[in-house]
């Protein structure tokens, strides 16, 4: 019974997004709320992790050693803190980008993290939340809403992307400052 149900919603919800051309949305404001910081994401990841192999090995950094379930914890929180702090409004959802406060300070402490590597990360847990906001306003609607990104340049995913990006830049440029006069300690001592 319950797979039915199932099935059933999910092809319901597949009709309804059928029923929308793709031109609808590609030409409204989510491509520029949701399609532009796709393809800057893309690009900082290619442009991070280089195909050359030492650069690669020295840039993966925190997928390989102690910090990949860092990372990953990081993210799922950013994520998850996001979907439970978000309300809806006559404007549209709202929630807590936690990303703006991680992954500068991460680039503050650590001088292997590269700041640019915010904005993907940043990009991400927003795109999970608002993809999920997006769920429950169809659910509550009664249809398929497929709004995400549809605030354009004022959407959260264009903003805070680029608002946690530029706060790493910022505090990596005084991560190292600080270091260069002592006041943080690295693994090799207070250098």
């Known amino acids: 019974m319950i797979f039915w149900l199932f099935k059933n ?16 949305y590609l030409e409204g404001p989510g491509l520029y709320g949701a399609g532009i910081p796709f393809l800057v ?10 195909l050359s192999p030492g650069r690669v090995h020295q840039r993966m950094w925190f997928l390989t050693n102690e910090h990949g379930p860092i990372l990953v914890g990081l993210l799922l929180a950013c994520a998850v803190i996001g979907s ?7 404007v549209g959802c709202h929630l807590l980008n936690v990303g ?24 991400l847990a927003l795109l999970f939340d608002d993809v999920f906001a997006a769920g429950q306003y169809g659910h509550w609607a009664g249809n398929f809403w497929f709004g995400v990104g549809g605030a354009g340049f004022h959407d959260g995913l264009f903003i805070g992307t680029l608002t946690a990006c530029g706060l790493a830049i910022i505090c990596a440029g005084l991560g190292t400052v600080a270091r260069k006069n002592g006041l943080l300690i690295t693994d090799e001592g207070v250098s």
């Not at 999910?10 to 059928?18: D, N, R, S, T, V």
């Not at 690009?43 to 991070?48: A, K, P």
């Not at 439970?84 to 006559?90: L, N, Q, V």
């Open 100 to 123: 703006l406060f991680f992954w500068p300070v991460w680039a503050l402490i650590d001088r292997n993290f590269h700041p640019l590597l915010a904005y993907p990360l940043s990009y």
């Open 9 to 24: 919603t999910i092809h319901y919800q597949w009709l309804a997004i059928q029923e929308q051309p793709l031109v609808v």
């Open 41 to 50: 994401s893309l690009l900082i990841l290619l442009w991070v992790f280089r």
């Open 84 to 90: 439970y702090s978000s309300y809806w409004t006559a």
